[in-house]
């Protein structure tokens, strides 16, 4: 016997994976804001010394020339550092809840005698989905 279900659109509808998008989200908008006063900080500097540059020695404009660098070079890191640090915690969070998903669809097939489930997400493997449709099972046995 094989059934289908929308792997993709019953995890989209968790309750966990729903608070989960909002940690992230809120970890995204800390991540922005940090950049953006680091950038005006940056940004201020840089005015700041090409309107001064003139009335500076060869050394001092080198001197701060090297000093934008190193900040444009640390703002580059921190974007790449913080857009990993996203993602390792999406994975954090989701890895757990594709496995309480599989592990109920695993349960529902079982007691309904199902020996294969294909997954019919879009993109997904099966052209035709007429077969039994474990959603509404499956979202019973996770709560919702």
């Not at 052209?127 to 499956?138: E, F, N, Q, S």
């Amino acid at each position: 016997k094989v059934a289908h279900i929308e792997v993709q659109k019953l995890v989209s509808e968790m309750p966990e994976v729903i608070a989960a998008q909002k940690e992230i989200e809120k970890l995204q908008k800390t991540y922005e804001a940090d950049f953006e006063a680091s950038y005006k900080e940056f940004q201020t500097k840089m005015q700041n010394y090409a309107a001064d540059a003139e009335n500076q020695t060869e050394l001092i404009n080198q001197r701060r020339q090297t000093e934008l660098e190193t900040l444009r070079q640390n703002l580059e890191q921190f974007q790449q550092t913080a857009g990993q640090d996203i993602q390792k915690k999406q994975m954090d969070l989701m890895r757990p809840l594709y496995e309480k998903a599989r592990n109920a669809i695993e349960k529902v097939a079982g007691v309904q005698g199902y020996e294969y489930v294909l997954d019919s997400s879009n993109g997904g493997s099966v052209i035709i989905a007429k077969g039994k449709d474990l959603m509404a099972d499956v979202k019973k046995e996770l709560g919702f």
